[in-house]
T-cell receptor, first 115, second 113 residues
């Protein structure tokens, strides 16, 4: 099956700094990618839809100026958490649908810890 | 808005036991329904899906039937194995499998030998 990677898998940063998370589709092209956030023992919550060549679409309640999304190419989307705060600590997961199948492929996730 | 309510775990079973994880949904339209599985240290993987009422999705011995009348999509397996230990997520999509997903909270399953 198709593979989606994320980098880094785990990152620790200090309050007030910014951190970038990459999501790559390794063997297929993705014009759309989804970014989810998962709290402990909670479901995945969609944050935004990343669109190649256009602006991301954010879900209600998600601060677009805080969570910057850039879909730089057909295989790469980045999520930048700006001016991070401890409450931003979470597990961030991306996914990409394959045009040839009826499913989405998920990255392994990135654990962000803000101290 | 759309929502998915899933049986909360954790669930602990012995090998060869019967598994049921309940899932019900609320949706405005006619969604597609999915079960995703997350093995330790790995990303979510599609386990099975159903796109319309009365469809049965099946894979690796797991089954789930799309019940429109009860808005349910319960996951079942007749005989679980240790290798089935994982977190299982029920999800729906209004636009099909390539569109955004609404997830349940996940159910952690542990199967003991």
């Amino acid at each position: 099956g198709a593979v989606v990677s994320q980098h880094p898998s785990w990152v620790i940063c200090k309050s007030g700094t910014s951190v970038k998370i990459e999501c790559r589709s390794l063997d297929f092209q993705a014009t759309t990618m989804f970014w989810y956030r998962q709290f402990p023992k909670q479901s995945l919550m969609l944050m935004a839809t990343s669109n190649e060549g256009s602006k991301a679409t954010y879900e209600q309640g998600v601060e677009k100026d805080k969570f910057l999304i850039n879909h730089a190419s057909l295989t790469l989307s980045t999520l930048t958490v700006t001016s991070a705060h401890p409450e931003d600590s979470s597990f961030y997961i991306c996914s990409a649908p394959s045009d040839s199948s009826y499913e989405q492929y998920f990255g392994p996730g990135t654990r962000l810890t803000v101290t | 808005g759309d929502s998915v309510t899933q049986m909360e775990g954790p669930v602990t079973l012995s090998e060869e036991a019967f598994l049921t994880i309940n899932c019900t949904y609320t949706a405005t339209g006619y969604p597609s329904l999915f079960w995703y599985v997350q093995y330790p240290g790995e990303g979510l993987q599609l386990l099975l899906k159903a796109t319309k009422a009365d469809d049965k999705g099946s894979n690796k011995g797991f089954e789930a039937t799309y019940r429109k009348e009860t808005t349910s999509f319960h996951l079942e397996k007749g005989s679980v194995q240790v290798s089935d230990s994982a977190v299982y997520f029920c999800a729906l999509s209004e636009g099909g499998g390539s569109e955004k997903l609404v997830f349940g909270k996940g159910t952690k399953l542990t199967v003991n030998p």
